[in-house]
């Protein structure tokens, strides 16, 4: 197991509690596409633009801010759009399906498919070679296909941690990473993995911790678990908001 099992039961536990609500579907419906559909895209965006985020904060007037928020509306436009063709997808797992997911979010750097060339990273991970990138997605989708030993987000996060470290594209990989990850959970009828963009920094220090001990070191569970661990909690966080929904409206 890459994640606790006390965290998995107490999902399964909530989930089980929700199901068994008459208004849990239309409750969990709502919700789930507010986030992804509002808040989420935006966290998700700026979560790999830190340096456009610190000259917002920095407070640029005229024409750089324009083209600064400009840039930004763009690039949170075509994650919702990308949502929107994942959500509507019932046959996701496959390569056919990411490059358009990839071409929706950076639609000048990703229309034409995969990188064509080497990149490195600021981090302890290498991506693969371009020419390992088809063989290394089929693999990653047949295992999200097949591992029926793992629970919904283990192999969701799975997924998103396979499908970031490869990096296939120019740009745009870790979106397209959490949003086949989300699309995981919301077909197991489970609420996305939020990452707000104040926590940018743990997550991509487990990232690479996970990373680490998924290619460096034999698929070392260990080094794994606070990855998976830190993607459940974002789970459990939702359903506790969905969960509060539904109390309130019992009273």
Do not use: C
């Amino acid at each position: 197991m890459y994640i606790s099992q006390n965290l998995t039961r107490e999902i399964d536990q909530k989930k089980a509690v929700l199901a068994g609500n008459p208004s849990y579907y239309l409750t969990r419906q709502k919700k789930v596409q507010r986030q992804l559909e509002q808040d989420g895209p935006i966290h998700s965006w700026f979560i790999e633009h830190p340096r456009i985020r610190a000259s917002l904060l920095l407070g640029r007037r005229g024409s750089e801010e324009h083209a600064l928020n400009e840039l930004i509306r763009t690039g949170i436009r075509g994650l919702k759009e990308a949502w929107h063709y994942l959500s509507s997808s019932t046959d996701y797992l496959n390569q056919e399906t990411l490059k358009k997911t990839g071409a929706l979010i950076d639609p000048e750097l990703n229309s034409s498919g995969y990188r064509n060339r080497r990149v490195t990273l600021m981090m302890r991970h290498t991506p693969p070679s371009e020419v390992k990138i088809p063989a290394l997605l089929e693999e990653a989708f047949y295992e999200a296909k097949t591992r029926t030993d793992l629970h919904s987000v283990e192999k969701a996060a799975r997924l998103h941690l396979k499908l970031a470290g490869i990096q296939p594209f120019e740009d745009g990989n870790k979106r397209a990473s959490r949003l086949m990850q989300d699309r995981i959970l919301y077909g197991s009828d489970l609420p996305s993995a939020f990452i707000p963009v104040g926590e940018r920094m743990v997550y991509l220090d487990l990232l690479d911790q996970a990373w680490h001990g998924l290619y460096l070191n034999e698929d070392d569970e260990d080094e794994q678990k606070p990855f998976f661990d830190y993607i459940g909690g974002k789970v459990n966080n939702s359903l506790d908001l969905l969960l509060d929904d539904i109390t309130h409206k019992r009273r």
